[in-house]
């Protein structure tokens, strides 16, 4: 008689990672991510290997593959982390604000920040993107499209507060704020040499606010400008203050 019983066996349940664990998970992606990108920066992407990567997070190169399939995923999840940062920061920096004006310059504003903390990363998004795979680049444009919603929803609400001009279009307004904001890390080796980052937010975005805005805009804007000189802090742009133009809810 076999001594293995045909009683059904328990099941083992999985249990969710708990918070900690989470956070284990995420502070070990982000070590390896950053230990990606500065190789990729110091060596160029086709010289760095996943052991180049690991001996810089100081881990092995077998744990990598816990994170990531290969060097290519390696550079996915790094281009992918540059627009995660979008999607973080820049609701973040609009929370509590209701007025669609104030909040398309505090979310414009967060969107420039993000590239600004990210240069090295922005640089590498643009020059090796080709490299990823047709799942990998439809992946990242879908993010793209969502995180360029964030700046397209106060665009619009301005359309609709009666802040822009009637030929103001909101999807090319988007960009226009898209573009430049990437340029500051296109040419940072420039224009980081004739301009500050706050003097380039606040020129850039008053140039493209100027071409967009109506009477009633303007005049909107002269009440809450956070473009006026202020420090470009968004832990500041909480209460704007009162106006009798502002739509409760907008």
């Known amino acids: 008689m076999s001594g293995i ?7 083992r349940i999985r249990r969710a990672p708990t918070e900690e664990r989470r956070r284990k998970i995420e502070e070990r992606r982000h070590q390896i991510l950053t230990a990606a990108l500065s190789c990729f920066e ?3 992407y ?3 290997s996943i052991n180049d990567i690991a001996l810089a997070a100081g881990i092995s190169s077998g744990l990598i593959y816990q994170y990531c399939q290969d060097k290519r995923d390696v550079l996915f999840q790094v281009i992918l982390g540059i627009i995660e940062s979008y999607n973080r920061y820049v609701p973040r920096a609009m929370v509590g604000i209701s007025d669609p004006l104030v909040r398309f310059q505090a979310g414009a504003i967060a969107y420039y920040k993000v590239i600004n903390d990210n240069l090295s990363a922005t640089l590498l998004s643009y020059r090796e993107t080709k490299l990823l795979d047709r799942d990998q680049i439809r992946t990242l444009k879908a993010k793209e499209q969502q995180t360029n919603k964030l700046i397209l929803d106060p665009i619009q609400d301005c359309i609709d507060a009666g802040y822009l001009l009637s030929d103001a279009d909101p999807e090319l307004t ?4 898209i573009s430049t904001a990437h340029m500051w890390g296109l040419k940072h080796w420039r224009l980081g040499k004739i301009s500050s ?4 937010v606040r020129r850039t975005l008053k140039m493209i606010l ?25 832990d500041q ?5 009162a106006s009798p133009r502002r739509r ?3």
Request: proline residues 11%; without cysteine; negative net charge.
């Open 5 to 11: 019983s045909d009683a059904p066996q328990p099941t």
């Open 42 to 44: 110091q060596k160029g």
């Open 46 to 48: 086709h010289e760095t």
């Open 174 to 177: 988007t960009y226009w704020v």
């Open 197 to 200: 980052f706050e003097d380039y």
């Open 210 to 234: 100027n071409g967009v805005l109506n009477e009633a805009g303007r005049e909107r804007l002269a009440s809450d400008n956070l473009l006026d000189g202020r420090p470009l802090n968004p």
């Open 237 to 241: 742009w909480r209460s704007p203050p």
């Open 248 to 250: 409760a809810g907008a």
